[in-house]
């Protein structure tokens, strides 16, 4: 059983369009990270939620963590061609030692 | 910025062969851990360290070993190469043990084993 499991798996749209994605849980977490890995590359992190109910922007980007802390969203407003790529959620459950559980992530292609 | 350099981008490796996987870190970080991403299953964890000489098993620790000597450097180590081990192998490290500090990884090393 997948801990944190993304939606939807793959996602193609036309430049300019606006998208939502997810990132849902049974379990709570202490902190969820959003990455994005471009092709021939590493995941880069994008941003960190721990509050519940927070909300970041990242210029077109906007997350959300939900107020159960078991669930988090990213839109994204006007998608670019630059926003394609593999969009990974993590999830950590907090304490000594703790390690971060990846989702099998949201493959986004935003055509021109 | 943080630095995570593997030393190889593509590998090809037959059967049977014992493999290393080198990360190196340039910023003082304790932590350090291998991933391998496939298809369909993302990131799994292999394993990871908090700590020079120190290692503890992820989640799919089962054909590999690993090696910190000094506290830039953690390797992955495949005793014996099997075809089921070909995959993209990520090296990542953070700087504090909590439960919110980044990870930063590496480009990845591919991996072929035929």
């Known amino acids: 059983t997948q801990l944190l499991e993304q939606s939807p798996q793959f996602l193609s749209i036309q430049e300019g369009e606006n998208l939502t994605v997810y990132c849902n849980s049974s379990s709570v977490f202490s902190s969820l990270q959003w990455y994005r890995q471009e092709p021939g590359e590493g995941p880069v992190l994008l941003v960190t939620?721990?509050?519940?109910?927070e909300v970041k922007k990242l210029k077109r980007l906007t997350f959300q963590f939900g107020d159960a802390r078991k669930d988090s969203s990213l839109h994204i407003t006007a998608a670019q061609p630059g926003d394609t790529g593999l969009y990974l959620c993590?999830?950590?459950?907090?304490?000594?030692?703790?390690?971060?559980?990846f989702g099998k992530g949201i493959t986004l292609s935003v055509r021109p | 910025d943080v630095k995570v350099t593997q030393s190889s981008r593509y590998l090809v490796k037959r059967t049977g062969e014992k493999v290393f996987l080198e990360c190196v870190q340039d910023?003082?970080?304790?932590?350090m851990f291998w991933y391998r991403q496939d298809p369909g299953l993302g990131l799994r964890l292999i394993y990871f360290?908090?700590?020079?000489?120190?290692?503890e098993k992820g989640d799919i620790p089962e054909g590999y070993s690993v090696s910190r000597e000094k506290k830039e450097r953690f390797s992955l180590i495949l005793e014996s190469a099997s075809t089921n081990q070909t995959s993209m192998y990520l090296c990542?490290?953070?700087?504090?043990?909590?439960?919110?500090?980044?990870?930063?990884f590496g480009n990845g090393t591919r991996l072929t084993v035929t």
């Open positions: 360290s908090y700590d020079v000489k120190m290692k």
């Open positions: 910023m003082d970080h304790e932590n």
């Open positions: 939620v721990v509050t519940g109910g």
């Open positions: 993590a999830g950590e459950r907090g304490g000594a030692n703790s390690k971060l559980t």
């Open positions: 990542a490290s953070s700087g504090a043990r909590t439960y919110n500090s980044p990870l930063h």
